[in-house]
């Protein structure tokens, strides 16, 4: 239902160490990754191969290609370290990354590493590097598309981590659930115990001590080292806990000051009887097969002024993406049949009837996505799509109580609310 | 013709046709009356609901598998599986050969097993006669409504019993006996029935399967089996026939309007037949009728779970006792390969059996 793209495949040591592929999970990593149509009937294709990627960029503009391609090398070669930096590892203050960078003299090795990034935003990250409009406006869909909003400043700090690994979008075959079940299958197999479909109530205290679970049925589990919460800090320490446990600054601090992402997504998930076949390929065939499709975002000011929209709680013309998992993963659809998934970038709330207001707009909203998509490609008429439903930013919020306001990425992502910011600064240790 | 003689209330009779019928005792078959006092009645009052919805009854076998070592492949059909020499060594599942170490045990229906996936090669020509002339449904045909609702039905028959509101499955749009017995005629006879159903709000007993204040029903509907209607009219039955049930639970249940209903979906043979392979949408994977029950099901020769090839056996609901969810299938065919390979027996020695 959500996590489509698996971008850290064979990066983040977990796939390795937890041997998802021994545990039934299949990656396909899609040769066309991801492409943007634009209005002027160009398109502009990123490629599993780094080559092709770049000389399809220099179709719009041979310096941004050369650039883009100093800016992947580089990035790509400091993807070992940023993750063993700063994400797999309990992680370091903003000040520590600074002083560690400096100390690695980044300012002289590298062209587009800076300490200066902290106080940029993406947008200018790229307004500084690059030149064409539309390269720009599909490397900032792309980082919006990982949740880094492009207008958002500090956030270039982790954007050459995005750009590092571009290239390393990959699909789970039969669906993200087939993870799921892989890291289930090694923890059983382990000897852990998964409960399904049980509501944890509370957080067994004693002595200060966390010991135990309570679920909502009323079954008590014991803990017999700790208890480690994986949902929001909302729910573990204003709903599982009292306050008179959790203390009241805490309390107060998680109820007033964690952050959440301003924006958050509206899917429609669709059953089709043909694949999308786009205006654009007389410019790049190519765009017929690439797994997500930006549907005309041309400009970073398109997307900075859907953002505007947005976060003021109202609806933007869409411009959804487009993803046909069915093109690079067969066991999706009956054969001759495809599916796909149109992402939208939306409020949570709507500014008139809140998120409630989702129930009666949802419908009309997947409409207008599907008509955007038809937009691009003519040949997905009605008789084409055999079904389709909408996954609203309330559904997510619903479903997964733990995406607080439908919070995707549990978190805003921002400067303030990273490494050991996060959530707060008080808990940015994985411990109160 | 048994329930007849042994009850006289209108109401009685018409419910115990229906529940008869879902447990695959067809109303004008001969020999189903035995079935119909040793089989059904005790299990009358025992229905559950397991919390969570039935996948977590899935899920928790999963578990148990997992923490046996056991490695489930999924998301893969399985193509062939391999004969050498008269002997099952192995199966085909998207493209990949898996080699078996002591057996395998299909969990299709027997006709899918034997000409699908051994092939009539392998078989000799009674096999592939008895094959052939398996069944599947009407017996066992059913269509799922799914109604997403504000309010949970409040029976105008309230004022005569509250616990209707409350009850865990509720017949609704049959007039008596009589009509209960011609709508399962028409379904038998591959005509599309009027609408009405057995349904049940779950919500109503695990919050988990609504969101607070709000309620999920489901249902069955008798229809015909999947080869009686083309694609289009399937798809037009997924159209309009929740709708059309609508009104006959509204006139018992007034709050039950259009308004009160979030959003439906109706689940269909078809669509059955295409998703898990129930062929006709048969849940039992093959017709409930005397000659393919009991000790001839899914055919004489093959009603000890083993079948001719050598290291194949049948586990599934086309062996006896049939389809629902009981596990007796998996569980009989089990104690016959123990047997036969010398494994540990699942009777323990609290039970019997
Ligand atoms: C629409 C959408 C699209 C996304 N796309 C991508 C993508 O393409 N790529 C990507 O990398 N990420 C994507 N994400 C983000 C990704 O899904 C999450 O970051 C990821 O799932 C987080 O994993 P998790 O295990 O921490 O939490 P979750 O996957 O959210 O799992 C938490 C679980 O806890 C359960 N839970 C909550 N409260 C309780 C309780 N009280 N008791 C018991 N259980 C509880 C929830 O029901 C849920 O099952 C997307 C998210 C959404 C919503
Ligand atoms: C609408 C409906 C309502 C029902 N309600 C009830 C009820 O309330 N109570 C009750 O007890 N029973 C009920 N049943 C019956 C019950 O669901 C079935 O009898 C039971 O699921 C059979 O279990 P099984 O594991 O043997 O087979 P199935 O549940 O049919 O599972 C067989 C699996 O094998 C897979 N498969 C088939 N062919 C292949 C192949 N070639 N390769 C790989 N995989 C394959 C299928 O996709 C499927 O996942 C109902 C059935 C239906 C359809």
Redesign the pocket.
């Known amino acids: 239902m959500h996590a489509n793209y698996h971008t850290f495949v064979d990066m983040a040591p977990p796939v390795a160490d937890l041997e998802v592929r021994r545990h039934g999970v299949e990656y396909v990593r899609p040769d066309v990754q991801m492409a943007s149509v634009f209005d002027d009937g160009t398109a502009l294709c990123v490629y599993a191969d780094i080559d092709r990627t770049t000389d399809a960029m220099a179709e719009f503009s041979p310096t941004d290609a050369a650039t883009f391609r100093r800016l992947y090398d580089e990035a790509h070669g400091f993807v070992d370290l940023l993750l063993g930096t700063l994400m797999y590892q309990p992680p370091l203050s903003v000040k520590e990354l600074t002083k560690a960078l400096a100390t690695f003299g980044v300012e002289e090795r590298s062209e587009f590493l800076s300490v200066k990034l902290r106080r940029e935003t993406i947008n200018e990250f790229l307004d500084q590097h690059f030149t064409d409009d539309r390269i720009k406006a599909h490397l900032a869909f792309h980082g919006a598309v990982c949740s880094y909003t492009n207008d958002v400043k500090g956030l270039a700090i982790g954007y050459p981590l995005l750009v590092g690994k571009i290239n390393n979008w990959h699909l789970c075959v039969g669906g993200s659930h087939r993870l799921a079940h892989a890291l289930w299958r090694d923890l059983a197999q382990h000897g852990g115990v998964m409960v399904a479909d049980a509501e944890v109530e509370r957080i067994l205290v004693e002595d200060g001590r966390a010991v135990g679970v309570r679920l909502a049925s009323g079954h008590e589990i014991a803990a017999r080292k700790l208890v480690a919460s994986t949902v929001s800090a909302e729910q573990t320490f204003l709903e599982f806990m009292d306050e008179s446990v959790v203390g009241e600054e805490l309390s107060t601090r998680v109820r007033n000051d964690v952050a959440h992402k301003d924006w958050s997504l509206f899917t429609v998930h669709l059953a089709m009887s043909a694949l999308p076949e786009y205006t654009a390929p007389k410019f790049n065939p190519d765009v017929d097969r690439a797994w997500v499709v930006n549907l005309g975002i041309g400009s970073t000011g398109h997307l900075d002024s859907d953002w505007e929209t947005i976060r003021a709680g109202s609806l933007v013309d869409p411009r959804p993406n487009a993803a046909v998992n069915s093109l690079y993963d067969p066991t999706d659809a009956p054969e001759g049949f495809y599916t796909a998934i149109l992402r939208q970038f939306a409020p949570f709330a709507l500014a008139d009837g809140g998120e409630g207001a989702w129930e009666r707009m949802g419908r009309w909203y997947g409409h207008r996505c599907i008509e955007a998509w038809r937009r691009y490609a003519p040949n997905l008429t009605d008789d084409t799509l055999l079904d389709w439903e909408v996954f609203t930013p309330q559904d997510i919020a619903h479903k997964l109580p733990n995406m607080v306001k439908g919070d995707w990425m549990m978190g805003e992502i921002s400067l303030a609310n990273m490494l050991d910011q996060r959530p707060l600064p008080e808990l940015g240790q994985y411990r109160p | 013709m048994v329930i007849d003689e042994l009850f006289e209330t209108p109401e009685l009779r018409a419910l115990m046709y229906r529940v008869s019928v879902e447990w695959g005792l067809p109303l004008d078959t001969d020999g189903t009356g035995t079935d119909f006092l040793t089989f059904l009645m005790w299990t009358t009052a025992n229905w559950k609901l397991v919390y969570g919805g039935t996948h977590s009854l899935a899920k928790a076998m999963t578990q148990a598998c997992y923490r046996e070592g056991v490695d489930l492949i999924e998301n893969?059909?399985?193509e062939r599986v391999i004969v050498e020499d008269g002997r099952a060594v192995g199966v085909v599942?998207r493209g990949t050969e898996y080699r078996a170490n002591k057996l395998v045990a299909s969990?299709?229906d027997v006709r899918?097993t034997l000409l699908g996936?051994v092939g009539e090669e392998h078989l000799s020509d009674l096999w592939v006669k008895r094959a052939k002339a398996f069944r599947y449904g009407p017996s066992h045909v059913?269509g799922?409504p799914m109604f997403c609702l504000y309010e949970a039905p409040d029976y105008s028959s309230a004022r005569w019993d509250p616990e209707i509101n409350r009850c865990f499955y509720t017949a609704v749009g049959y007039e008596g006996p009589e009509d209960m017995a011609r709508y399962i005629r028409d379904a038998y006879s591959g005509t599309l029935p009027k609408p009405a159903a057995g349904v049940w709000v779950n919500s109503l007993w695990d919050p988990a399967q609504a969101p607070k204040g709000r309620h999920s029903a489901t249902g069955?509907y008798f229809l015909p089996c999947a080869s009686e209607l083309s694609a289009s009219e399937w798809a037009d039955v997924r159209e309009t026939f929740n709708d059309r049930f609508l009104d006959a639970w509204q006139a018992l249940a007034p709050n039950m309007t259009r308004d009160n209903v979030i959003a439906h979906k109706l689940y269909t043979p078809d669509q059955?037949e295409r998703k898990?392979?129930?062929r006709e949408g048969d849940?039992?994977h093959g017709e409930f009728v005397p000659d393919q029950q009991g000790v001839n099901r899914p055919f004489p020769e093959a009603s000890n779970y083993l079948t001719e090839i050598d290291g194949l056996y049948l586990c599934?609901?086309s062996t006896f006792p049939g389809?629902?969810?009981?596990a007796a299938?998996g569980y009989n065919a089990y104690k016959k390969i123990a047997a036969d390979l010398d494994l540990p027996s699942p009777v323990d020695n609290q039970r019997s059996y």
């Open positions: 893969s059909l399985v599942a969990n299709a899918q996936l059913l799922t069955w059955m898990v392979m129930m849940f039992s599934g609901p389809g629902g969810v009981h299938c």
